[in-house]
């Protein structure tokens, strides 16, 4: 059942508050009223309401002042405000309104725009405060309405859970600022291979930390699989330097703070296939098959993934069959920030603020470059040959392992 959005109305307006009360209230919302503008947040955060809607009347320095102390206060700063103001006062408080407002309607609103704008504020808001800050990729709550809206619907599908190997280590070693570089990677490997191999309804989710999900069809999660595993493992040496990528592994303190050699990071895959009604009906029972899929992986090396497969007599998880790549990827491809970087034709700070808007707008990385002004066309389209030379010499594939030792070719 859906939770009932509460809405907090201020207005010292008796007839606009009774308006907006009478519809929102027969929209199905649950409505508080305060008459005046208030000089402490407590009452509000008591209610915690969804939306707030504010009558600036005029926009009076009170009205907004509660505007900025709502935004100022971690508890209330994420609840969308939305102010009613007077057209002809508009003009000259539009630079006030940047402080603590979220949207604004002309008064008095249409009812209809009224609830439109609410009900967007609504779902921006629970988008925002449950996406990851880092990636931008919805997490939590959001996570967890996609699972219950499939399985309400009753339908098959595959449930993919994505962790980066030896991920600590690296952020250990290099810091957390490459470390947030290789969870971004990490995002659009993800977001690429979905959007490539996958279908228009999945759905992709960043758990935390170095942890995502994913949502495909079952006649699809092999090659989404392959695809991220052979993406990731050719992109992901090149977040160490030239040394450490060059000899494959890194020395790190382990849990004894002892120092120790570390792989390079990897990439493991646990996938759930969810066929009917009778195999999974909540998360609760994804997440259990997720965990003995995983207990598999967490010993064998590189980069692999494994789907849930049970016996259909006693229900429990058959042997292994995980998937690994087979072959080592060509030493000798390097992604086009790479070449320009060691022909010096960009900047470590260039190739940063440009990766950084290429996985966030998901536009291709030439393009960026030439946008920000960090290239010149002849150049980049030199870089991109060298590129396709060294890349038709990279070869790789992936194939099962049905045994229970991890086959390293």
Known sequence: MDKIKKILIISSDKSLRDVLTFCLDGWGYEVFVHESPLHDITPIKKISPDVIVVDVHSASKAHLEICRMLKDDFVTA???????????????????LKQGVDDYLIKPPDPLDLRVRVEMAARRSQYSFYASPLTGLPGGRIIEEAVIERLKKDISFSFGYLDIDSFKYF??????????RAIMQTAYVLYTSIKKFGGSEDFIGHIGGDDFMFITSTDKFKEVCHNIILSFDRI??????????????????DRT????????????????????????????????????????????????????RRSSKTGELLGPQVYKRTE?????????????????????????????IHWRRGVVFGEILKELGFVKEEDLREALREQSVDGARTEAKIIPLTNNKAMVE
């Open 78 to 96: 994420f609840i969308p405000v939305i102010t009613l103001i007077n057209k002809r006062q508009l003009r000259t408080q539009l630079l006030n």
């Open 171 to 180: 952020n250990d070693v290099y810091g957390y600022h490459k470390g947030d």
């Open 236 to 253: 992901i040496p090149f977040h160490y330097n030239k040394e450490d990528r060059k000899q494959g592994f890194i020395y790190a303190k």
């Open 257 to 308: 703070h002892k120092m120790t050699k570390v792989n390079l990071m990897s990439v493991s895959l646990a996938v759930v296939n969810r066929q009917s009604h009778s195999d999974m009906n909540n998360m609760v029972q994804i997440n259990e098959r997720l965990v003995e899929i995983k207990k598999y992986l967490k010993d064998l090396s590189g980069s692999k993934f494994m789907e849930d």
């Open 328 to 356: 080592v990827l060509s030493l000798t491809y390097k992604p086009l920030g790479q070449i320009l970087l060691e022909k010096k034709q960009i900047t470590p700070e260039q190739l940063d603020e440009a990766l950084n």
